[in-house]
């Protein structure tokens, strides 16, 4: 018989002590200047941890001008996005803000993620359980290492792309200065790529036409998708955009990819969930009018040709998640805070003598 796993299963355990922590705040929002002073300073003088800090958290002039926080700063490590690798210095995350910061924090690494602790200031968030009133207890209770963890799935994208350049100059093997030219073809194909953890959006762009791409599941080409566009998400994506385009809301813990057409043009096309582990590719339709854009939780926004690519599978790189109470407990209090789920007028019940009537 197959063992099937008990969401609250999961849990956070140190091989040894945690050390380091990266604090990951939300820029330009003044409501979290004061939070985050006192959680670096209780991380730093309670805690004995080393905290990294973005160096552009620190250039905000509430920061820069407040002398009691100087000699704090002074023990930050400090590093860049894009330029400085922290991958493997870090034990764990701290974020401050909305959801954002989590998916902001998923970006930084590509590889193994460290467990993630998200505080929501203000409106509770769908990833972002925990409240910062008493933020002391929660954090020594990481830190020692009692919390339940949710491991979110990310998505592994690989966009791969023809270089138009190159490939104008070189014909028949002769280059326009009368060079010939020996570089074999699959030279001028470009790939990158991506850990997503909400989803993966490919839409018709500045276009006035319908979208026109082909979606092939291992190999086999399963719909071609006229409309605004395609979503493919995790299960931590589908209370995102998906959410908003008719798709079920997944927990977290089911290992799942969701495909979700915006705006079908074809009214039989329904959102669809398949087996974690398929192997998706996106790729213009022969016959597309235009061409169509491709993003990565929002961000990376670009172009996608005839003879590009997009391929997309389970990641084995996913985002755990330290959770307030437990995996289920918090998903739904999510749900009940940012939807009001299931949020209505009850309906009164009869009175012995009105059931009669009814009949």
Do not use: M
């Given at each position: 018989t197959r063992h099937i796993q008990d969401p609250a299963s999961q849990l956070l355990t140190w091989n040894k002590p945690p050390k380091s922590v990266l604090v990951i705040k939300k820029v330009r929002d003044a409501s979290l200047?004061?939070?985050?002073?006192?959680?670096?300073?209780?991380?730093?003088?309670?805690?004995?941890m080393i905290v990294y800090v973005e160096k552009k958290v620190l250039e905000d002039p509430a920061i820069i001008n407040d002398e009691n926080f100087g000699p704090v700063k002074k023990k930050f490590c400090t590093f860049r996005e894009d330029f400085d690798d922290i991958s493997n210095q870090i034990d764990f995350i701290i974020c401050l803000g909305g959801d954002g910061t989590l998916l902001?924090?998923?970006?930084?690494f590509q590889d193994s993620v460290p467990p993630v602790m998200?505080?929501?200031?203000?409106?509770?968030?769908f990833l972002t359980p925990f409240s910062f009133d008493n933020f002391q207890t929660q954090v020594t209770q990481v830190i020692e290492g009692n919390a339940a963890l949710v491991l979110r799935s990310r998505l592994k994208v690989k966009v791969a792309k023809e270089h138009?350049?190159?490939?104008?100059?070189?014909?028949?093997?002769?280059e326009e200065n009368g060079l010939i030219v020996n570089k074999p073809e699959k030279e001028l194909i470009k790939q990158t790529k991506y850990q997503v953890l909400n989803e993966v959006v490919v839409d018709r762009g500045p276009s006035s036409y319908?979208?026109?791409?082909?979606?092939f599941l291992d190999g086999h080409l399963i719909t071609t998708v006229q409309g605004d566009g395609v979503i493919v998400s995790t299960p931590t994506g589908s209370t995102a955009y998906a959410a908003a385009a008719g798709a079920s809301m997944i927990h977290p813990n089911v290992p799942a990819i969701m495909i979700t057409?915006?705006?079908?043009?074809?009214?039989?096309?329904?959102?669809?969930?398949?087996?974690a582990g398929v192997e998706l590719k996106i790729m213009l339709s022969p016959n597309a009018?235009?061409?169509?854009?491709?993003s990565f939780?929002?961000?990376?926004?670009?172009?996608?040709c005839h003879g590009d690519s997009i391929s997309i599978t389970t990641s084995c790189y996913p985002v755990p998640s330290i959770c307030f109470r437990d995996p289920v407990n918090d998903w739904f209090d999510s749900l009940a805070e940012c939807l009001h789920w299931n949020v209505r007028k009850k309906q009164n019940h009869f009175t012995g003598e009105e059931e009669e009537e009814e009949f």
């Open positions: 200047l004061q939070p985050f002073k006192e959680l670096c300073v209780f991380l730093t003088e309670q805690k004995n902001y924090a998923s970006s930084l998200a505080f929501h200031l203000g409106s509770l968030g138009k350049e190159k490939k104008s100059l070189v014909q028949n093997g002769v319908l979208s026109n791409v082909d979606v057409p915006i705006c079908p043009h074809s009214l039989s096309f329904r959102p669809i969930v398949v087996p009018r235009n061409t169509a854009w491709v939780d929002g961000r990376k926004r670009q172009e996608i």
